[in-house]
């Protein structure tokens, strides 16, 4: 009976033990995500995060589209920083320039995809669910802006004159600037995470929150 008793014991034991490690074990996946965003990943530049990633290529391309406001009447500098800001949004774009190589593009996606895989996880804590909404909606807004910018940088490499180019670079300047800081799109006076707004920035805000909730720092 004895024997019995601790047979008994040890496999209530073991079954806690499998019962409190395995939603550690999938909080973990939560947080690896979390980690690819904002602290490391593989194919980036560096291994850097892919929220800094997005961010260093974005600062590029606002240096570059600002380079070229410098002197309006130049369409040859125009086109030639027109042609950087590409490489630095999208590098399937534009295949040299001054930028990472990985593109806001690409690292953007990566962020949408990974904080909603992070937020989605079976043992995501209420904080991970909120905040991976918000960090989700503020780098899918900055792939949108990517796409503006791309469409008017295809438009200024195919004009003839500065004349017809300068309005353009001055509207690619603007978004280009809106990739970090974001937009306040409905002029309350501030800019959130909400579509059509947030920008990078908001992101990592909302990455640095969702990470000191998680004791991760941030």
């Known amino acids: 009976m004895r024997a019995n008793r601790m047979i008994s014991t040890m496999l209530g034991l073991a079954l806690a033990g499998v019962l409190t490690t395995a939603p550690v074990s999938a909080q973990s996946t939560a947080h690896t995500h979390m980690g690819h965003v904002a602290d490391a990943f593989g194919n980036t530049p560096d291994g850097r995060g892919l929220l800094p990633t997005a961010i260093a290529e974005a600062e590029v391309a606002a240096t570059h589209a600002g380079l070229a406001l410098r002197d309006l009447t130049n369409l040859d500098a125009i086109k030639r920083h027109t042609g950087h800001v590409l490489h630095a949004v999208d590098p399937n774009e534009m295949a040299e320039g001054p930028g990472l190589g990985y593109g806001v ?3 953007a996606e990566g962020v949408v995809r990974h904080i909603e895989m992070a937020g989605s996880d079976d043992s995501a804590s209420e904080n991970v669910q909120l905040h ?3 960090v989700a909606t503020a780098a899918g807004n900055t792939v949108q ?3 503006e910018i791309v ?3 295809r438009r200024i490499m195919s004009v003839g004159s500065a004349e017809d180019a300068a309005p ?3 509207e690619l300047a603007a978004v280009a600037g809106q990739l970090v800081t974001g937009l306040d799109a409905n002029g309350d006076g501030r800019i959130g995470w909400q579509e059509a707004e947030g920008g990078l920035q908001q992101a990592e805000q909302h990455m640095n929150l969702m990470k000191r909730g998680e004791g991760m720092g941030g």
């Open 168 to 170: 353009m670079m001055e």
């Open 132 to 134: 991976s909404r918000h």
């Open 105 to 107: 593009r690409r690292a």
């Open 145 to 147: 802006r990517v796409d």
């Open 151 to 153: 469409a008017l940088a």
